[in-house]
């Protein structure tokens, strides 16, 4: 064997790997580390469980048996894939991979055509039944079978038949892949192989590399990336014995907040019901004939239910009245009734169109420099709801509660609602300073940027915290505040911090509710700031399921090290560097 060239330099199987990195992409939120919080560059753990084998095998004058090893390792070979074979092969599936003699053995025949059902004939006895899937699975392609397996990174190869090829070949004496990882390092670098990435992000890197048995070094200037980074290798990492004590520490704040929420009597009605999901819109003044125009893109809150919310004009203005089990020419109605079209704000008292940008005063740009004359107004530091006087004001105008019977239904908000939504200014406002000090609520300035500034041409919000209204600061506040009391544990701080992550980012004025499957969306559904003009805030009892993360456990025992540090002031010594900086493009650079 050759230890001075990696199998990565020689070969590569690419198309496979592309495959199965497609595969864990499409898993959404059923991938390993999705459950910590988003990060949008996050590498496929395939692709770094590949990338790295690659670069500690060794080469030898066998180049296809080089391949059949590095595969067999990967679980991507023939009998890799069998094994992680997790779902029977269907019948229709089956049906396409054979033959139209072996279709009039195994499936019913219909007609004087000859069509045949997609069923398996009367009488066909098991072990003909499992000849017929055998033959479809090896004549299926390698996208095919992978519908049917699980990721190789869920999989653990303890085959000692496997094993026994593997180590003839290499001269090992693993019967795992963290063993064959570190005899590998140990043969090429005289010491277990340190894998270091200076851009960590999401954490894939560190993370798989510890999970294959390397010491790892990580880094990245971004703290959210070092929380992540940490999160992956402790928590992700951890036994299954201390995710237990850490999901009951999420438990135990939970339990607080909800019982402090409670007292607060700011989420139940009269009726002992309690919320689930309120409605917020914005509403301004129609330049034209002064009424107050409620602003929505739809009127239509749940296609599945049938509700509505239905513009009721009076002197002035508009109410809002909300209507459920409406027939299908009342919710196209309602849908017509919208009061944002293609950039312009529509009254429905006057019949006449504004530009939202008019509505907002822009007046282009100043001399030569290249921002935009703001005409809203600009936030101030200690403001979380606007002025009487701003052009775009806030309105609730609608609640989904739940019933003691579970059943949900939406309203209007009653006096009592609105009362209750003036008690959460209160309270907020009591505690505003403090919590700002504390680090509670968000204190800092938005910085300037092509996404960031939308926020202060398009609304005014000036301070990181104007995203996010009343009801959604106080609920977020206090739960930073149960975890700095109730955290003994830096794990639990960290837990409490991924999870705050979560309820955030499904907590702001940036999430639209989606009238299709009637919930919330998720704040970072793309990478844009979208300003709305409506947008929806869960109770606590639908921030549960943001708060209780969830993501896959597994073992390992490998050294690690993270730091927040900038890259050019790295000294710590790794055996190899597995990274993806972005740098910038030399001016000769065309492509």
Same mark, same amino acid.
């Given at each position: ?22 595969k864990e ?50 679980s ?5 894939l ?121 954490? @894939? =890197? !560190?993370?798989? #590399?510890? $999970? ?10 971004? *703290? +959210?990336? %070092? &929380? ?20 009951e ?33 914005n ?30 004009e ?32 529509y ?5 006449? @169109? =504004? !530009?939202v940008? #008019?509505? $907002? ?10 921002? *935009? +004359?703001? %005409? &809203? ?30 059943k ?84 639990e ?15 702001s ?81 065309t492509?």
């Amino acid at each position: 064997m050759n230890y001075n060239n990696s199998f990565i330099e020689m070969q590569f199987p690419v198309s496979k790997v592309s495959k199965e990195s497609y595969k864990e992409r499409k898993a959404g939120s059923g991938q390993t580390l999705t459950g910590l919080g988003k990060w949008w560059g996050r590498k496929p753990l395939v692709l770094v469980r590949a990338a790295l084998l690659g670069l500690l095998l060794p080469v030898s004058d066998e180049p296809k048996k080089d391949m059949d090893i590095f595969l067999k390792i990967m679980s991507m070979d023939e009998n890799g894939l069998l094994n992680r074979k997790t779902k029977s092969i269907s019948a229709k599936d089956a049906f396409v991979m054979l033959t139209t003699r072996e279709r009039e053995q195994c499936f019913e025949c219909t007609g004087q055509t000859q069509r045949f059902a997609l069923a398996w004939k009367a009488g066909i006895t098991t072990t003909e039944k499992v000849a017929a899937l055998e033959k479809a699975w090896r004549r299926m392609s390698y996208d095919q079978k992978l519908t049917y397996c699980m990721r190789p990174e869920e999989y653990s190869n303890k085959n000692p038949v496997v094993w026994k090829e593997i180590n003839a070949h290499l001269g090992t004496k693993a019967a795992n892949l963290q063993e064959l990882i570190e005899q590998l390092g140990v043969k090429k670098f005289g010491h277990k192989a340190v894998v270091g990435d200076c851009f960590c992000g999401g954490g @894939s =890197v !560190p993370f798989e #590399a510890a $999970r294959m048995g390397c010491d790892v070094f990580a880094s990245d200037l971004n *703290p +959210i990336a %070092g &929380l992540l980074t940490w999160s992956a290798l402790n928590i992700a990492g951890a036994s299954d014995e201390k995710i237990a004590k850490l999901r009951e520490f999420q438990q135990k704040v939970y339990d607080a907040v909800d019982k402090q929420v409670s007292n607060w009597s700011i989420e139940i009605n009269e009726n002992g019901d309690r919320a689930n999901s309120y409605l917020y819109c914005n509403e301004t003044t129609c330049p034209e004939c002064g009424y107050v125009v409620p602003l929505s893109p739809s009127w239509v809150i749940g296609k599945g239910t049938m509700t509505a919310a239905m513009l009721v004009e009076y002197s002035g203005g508009f109410d809002i009245e909300i209507k459920s089990g409406l027939n299908s020419k009342q919710m196209s109605e309602a849908d017509e009734m919208a009061t944002v079209k293609s950039g312009s704000m529509y009254c429905p008292h006057c019949k006449r @169109s =504004v !530009p939202v940008s #008019a509505l $907002r005063k822009d007046t282009g740009r100043a001399g030569n420099l290249s921002s *935009p +004359i703001y %005409g &809203l107004r600009q936030w101030g530091k200690n403001e979380f709801v606007p002025q009487d006087s701003d052009t775009f004001r806030e309105r609730l105008y609608c609640i989904r509660y739940i019933d003691k019977n579970g059943k949900r239904y939406y309203i209007a908000p009653t006096a009592a609602d609105l009362a209750r939504e003036q008690r959460v200014v209160e309270l907020l406002s009591e505690r505003f300073g403090e919590w700002q000090e504390k680090g509670y609520v968000p204190v800092s300035e938005i910085e300037a940027g092509d996404e960031t500034s939308r926020l202060l041409r398009e609304r005014g919000w000036k301070y990181w915290h104007q995203l996010f209204n009343p009801r959604q600061l106080l609920v977020h506040g206090l739960f930073m505040q149960k975890i700095e009391e109730m955290a003994e544990r830096k794990e639990e701080m960290v837990v409490g911090m991924i999870s705050a992550n979560g309820i955030i980012d499904r907590g702001s004025k940036l999430c639209r509710w989606d009238s299709g499957s009637e919930k919330q969306q998720q704040t970072f559904y793309n990478q844009a700031f979208n300003t709305l003009f409506d947008w929806t805030t869960r109770a606590l009892d639908a921030i549960r399921s943001a708060w209780f993360f969830d993501c896959k456990t597994t073992n390992n025992n490998s050294q690690t090290k993270i730091l927040l540090s900038d890259a050019r002031n790295l000294t710590h010594p790794c055996d190899l560097w597995l990274t993806d900086p972005l740098m910038p493009m030399l001016s000769t650079t065309t492509n």
